[in-house]
């Protein structure tokens, strides 16, 4: 069983940044594939961010060039880097962990941190 545990959701204005982090239970952090999700009210859950455990990163074109995702196995957390954040980026973020198991991934959800966006 992993636990996963966001912060760093908030308000902020148009234009600002903000930097989510999410902290992994288990001793084996540097072999799971880590996500960033979003949704919005009314809408699917979408992909933001992707980092494998080889540290290969992957991002949508709506948020490429804005969000940087990065991880620290050392402290077994995963962040979310939000620059330029705009009306369209308010939503519910969660990490996500894909975990290894012997003939697939298990997926692990956190409890999700809010992200607004206003003046």
């Known amino acids: 069983q992993v636990q996963l545990v966001e912060s760093g959701g908030g308000l902020v204005q148009p234009g600002g940044s903000l930097r989510l982090s999410c902290a992994a239970s288990?001793?084996?952090?540097?072999?799971?594939?880590m996500g960033w999700y979003r949704q919005a009210p009314g809408k699917l859950r979408e992909l933001v961010a992707f980092?494998?455990?080889?540290?290969?990163?992957n991002y949508p074109d709506s948020v490429k060039g804005r969000f940087t995702i990065s991880r620290d196995n050392a402290k077994n957390t995963v962040y979310l880097q939000m620059n330029s954040l705009n009306p369209e980026d308010p939503a519910v973020y969660y990490c996500n962990a894909e975990v290894p198991a012997i003939t697939k991934y298990v997926a692990y959800w956190g409890q999700g941190t809010q992200v607004t966006v206003s003046s």
């Open positions: 980092i494998s455990s080889s540290n290969n990163t």
């Open positions: 288990g001793s084996i952090f540097s072999i799971y594939a």
